[in-house]
C-alpha cells in the first residue's frame, strides 16, 4: 500500500501526528478513520496490517496518535476520553474538508472502540463502524491502575505504569470515564455495526462484547477472533480482521 505522512490540529489545539494508507493503485472505494488502543499508538503493528488488508480491497484508511501520545503533541495527562472524541472529529474534519476524503467507516481498537460508538454520531459520512477487543464502557479501563484509585481519588494525579511506561493520570480523567455511559450510545447508533472480539481476550473480557452487540440494533455482526490475544500480536489474526472488514464494509459503503 501507499503511506503519506500528515499533521492535523486536534482537539486542544495540539498538531497531531496521523498518516493515511492507500491501495497501491490509487483506486479507493471510501475511507476509513481507525483509533487506537489505550495508551498505545497510530503505528502498532497490528494497525498496520489491518489498514494493509483494508487497501487490498481499496479501503483507504487515516489513523492518527490520540493528544499525548505517540508522535502528537500535547500531554496525555490533560486529557480523557471525551478528549479523545473530539480528536477523532477533529480528523474527521480533516479528513472531509482539508483532504476531501470524508470517512464512511469507523474502527476502533479497545478504548478506541468505545470512543469510535460515540463519534459516530457526530459524523455524517459514517455508513459503518467496527469495533475490535473494545470494553462496553469506557470506565473499564480504570482496571488498568486500579490500585492507583484512591491515590487519584485524594491527591488528584498519580504516576501509573501501562504497558511498562509511566503516564500521570488525574482525578479528571476517571470522573470523565465514569460520566460516559454507553448503552444510549450504542442503542442509538443508527450505523451498520460489526464487533470483533476474542474469547480469550484477557484484557477486556468476551463478555463486553456480548453487551455492546445486545444493546446495538440491526445491522450488525459479531466475529469472534478464535485464540487472539487483546493486542493482536499475531499478524495472522490483524490481517483477518482487515479483511472480514473490509468484505463486511462493502455493502454498507
Known amino acids: 500500500m501507499q503511506s503519506k505522512r500528515i499533521e492535523f490540529k486536534g482537539a486542544f489545539g495540539d498538531m497531531l501526528s496521523a ?20 495508551t498505545c499508538s497510530k503505528d502498532l503493528r497490528a494497525v498496520g496490517h489491518i489498514t494493509k488488508a483494508l487497501a487490498g480491497v481499496g479501503i483507504g484508511t487515516f489513523r492518527f496518535d490520540f493528544t499525548g501520545l505517540g508522535q502528537s503533541a500535547g500531554e496525555f495527562s490533560d486529557t480523557n476520553f471525551s478528549s479523545n472524541v473530539d480528536d477523532l472529529i477533529a480528523a474527521a474534519n480533516f479528513m472531509a474538508i482539508e483532504l476531501g476524503k470524508a470517512p464512511a467507516i469507523l474502527i476502533g481498537h479497545s478504548l478506541g472502540g468505545a470512543a469510535v460508538l460515540q463519534a459516530a454520531h457526530r459524523i455524517e459520512s459514517v455508513k459503518a463502524v467496527a469495533t475490535i477487543g473494545s470494553p ?4 473499564h479501563v480504570t482496571k488498568n491502575f486500579k490500585m492507583n484509585l484512591d491515590k487519584i481519588e485524594t491527591k488528584g ?19 470523565d470515564l465514569e460520566e460516559s455511559k454507553m448503552k444510549e450510545y450504542i442503542n ?4 451498520a455495526l460489526i464487533v470483533f472480539h476474542s474469547p480469550i481476550d484477557m484484557t477486556v473480557g468476551i463478555d463486553n462484547a456480548g453487551k455492546i452487540f445486545k444493546a446495538a440494533k440491526h445491522p450488525k455482526s459479531f466475529v469472534s477472533l478464535d485464540d487472539a490475544d487483546h493486542l493482536l500480536q499475531d499478524q ?5 480482521v482487515g479483511k472480514v472488514l473490509g468484505v463486511w464494509a462493502e455493502k454498507y459503503i
Do not use: M, N, W
Open 157 to 175: 494525579h498519580a504516576k501509573v505504569i501501562l504497558a511498562g511506561r509511566p503516564f500521570t493520570i488525574k482525578k479528571q480523567f476517571v470522573d
Open 236 to 240: 495472522k489474526d490483524s490481517l483477518y
Open 136 to 139: 462496553a464502557e469506557p470506565a
Open 188 to 191: 442509538q447508533l443508527g450505523k
Open 19 to 38: 498518516r493515511i494508507d492507500l491501495p497501491e493503485d490509487g483506486k479507493v472505494k471510501a475511507y476509513a478513520l481507525f483509533a487506537h488502543c489505550f
